[in-house]
């Protein structure tokens, strides 16, 4: 809404500055009492010459994008030279998949829509090794008409970054040891490439937006100690984006793996199928840097909003078994909490020595409902091994309209 405000108050600013101009223009004219042919000539020379200097500014900008690209370049290929043989080859793989993608894009029909590497929106993931990010993109079942450009997803495995080419936006799907390095120096080395290689390619408008995933299991059973740390880590590669990129993007929040939340699985099956490809969340209003505020309404409020559709499918379910899953749901869904305060204070929280990322939504969400669900309840009442074990299905659940719809929408 504010943006669509300033867009409009900018464009009125512009009028009212022209028609500012052509009243003074023809006051002087009047004054002076020169003839009309005068003032047009003045008024299309004001217009030359703001034409011309939004051209030399325009030259300039692709000049000043232009040296910026051969210092990366440069850069890039200079860490490439001081690597061991190893990882020279493992840097020399992250450029040559990345030439692979985007020569698939600039082959593409998205050419005849602009500059292809531009007309849609891109998106980063990262997250932990095993938090689900693959499953996630692969099972919001989103879809392309480039089969050429889908079939691509397949140029980098998950050894470095996967591509995901939809009709609405490209993902970029980074190895987990981007966000939580493995091996320090040559995890944190090859992301430095991963970052110089995006300023490379998307100078303009480098990153619409990154996901951040973290997996519930991991959410509700590690120590808030541990949650935090892996918060900072995100929040040292959050900063290291921004400060290659040189701009800020919107952060998004997604715990996967849902179905590890006691009683999910059965409470998603008493929904109506429709509703199972909603995303199920919040967009953080107005950008809020309180984001200690923002969990303290969504979590409680969320686990309200369950537990009035459970009323519902009580009611709807009362010629049929009782399902336990259905009645634990809404508070097992509100443990989560206590775990992701923890991460997203590590993540987001202010400091005088980093800039604050945008948290931008928080969002919930299953792939693939399989695993061990884990319950603070059955822990408590000492029926730990009573818990089910899920078969694994390929059944999305709260995906397909947050990569479909709530990303491309928030462009």
């Known amino acids: 809404m504010k943006s669509l405000l300033g867009k409009i108050l900018k464009i009125f600013l512009i009028f009212a500055l022209v028609v500012l101009i052509v009243l003074v223009v023809f006051g002087l004219v009047l004054t002076l009492d020169w003839p009309k042919w005068v003032g047009i000539v003045i008024l299309v020379g004001l217009l030359g010459l703001f034409i011309a200097l939004l051209f030399v500014r325009k030259l300039w900008l692709r000049r000043k994008e232009q040296r910026f690209v051969e210092q990366i370049v440069e850069q890039d290929e200079a860490r490439i030279k001081e690597m061991a043989v190893q990882d ?46 693959t499953t996630a993109i692969r099972s919001a079942r989103l879809t392309s008409p480039f089969a050429d450009l889908r079939q691509a ?42 970052l110089t290689l995006l300023a490379k390619y998307r100078k303009k408008e480098p990153l619409n937006g990154l996901i951040v995933t973290l997996a519930a299991d991991k959410c509700l059973q590690e120590a808030p100690e541990v949650l935090e740390q892996d918060g900072r880590s995100i929040r040292r590669r959050i900063d290291e984006l921004m400060r290659v990129l040189g701009a800020k993007f919107p952060v998004y929040v ?11 699985t059965q409470y998603t099956e008493q929904l109506p199928e429709g509703s199972l490809n909603q995303a199920m969340g919040a967009v953080n209003p107005g950008l809020s840097k309180d984001v200690a505020g923002f969990l303290d309404r969504v979590i409680p ?10 009323l519902l499918l009580l009611h709807e ?19 989560l909490k206590p775990g992701l305060t923890a991460f997203i204070r590590g993540a987001f929280q202010e400091n005088p020595y980093q800039e604050t990322p945008l948290l931008r939504g928080l969002y919930f969400s299953s792939g693939r409902q399989e695993g061990t669900p884990y ?27 947050f990569f479909g719809r709530i990303l491309p929408k928030d462009r």
Request: aromatic share 10%; glycine share 10%.
């Open 88 to 133: 020279q080859q493992q840097g020399k793989e992250l450029q040559n998949r990345w030439k692979e993608a985007i020569e698939a894009l600039r082959s593409s029909h998205l050419k005849k829509l602009g500059n292809p590497l531009y007309v849609l929106p891109w998106y980063m993931v990262i997250g932990e090794s095993g938090t689900g990010k």
């Open 153 to 194: 997803t397949g140029i980098s495995g998950t050894k470095n970054c996967d591509w995901w080419f939809f009709e609405q936006a490209v993902i970029v799907d980074t190895a987990g040891r981007y966000a939580i390095p493995v091996d320090e120096g040559r995890d944190k080395d090859e992301w430095q490439q991963f």
């Open 254 to 264: 997604m715990v996967t793996k849902c179905d590890l939340v006691q009683g999910m």
């Open 301 to 310: 409020g969320m686990g309200e909003r369950l537990r009035d559709i459970r």
């Open 317 to 335: 379910s009362r010629s049929k078994s009782l399902e336990p899953g259905l009645v634990l749901f809404p508070q097992e869904f509100e443990n």
């Open 375 to 401: 319950s603070h309840l059955l822990k408590a009442l000492g029926l730990i091994d009573a818990k089910e074990v899920l078969p694994g299905t390929d059944k999305g659940l709260f995906l397909h309209d």
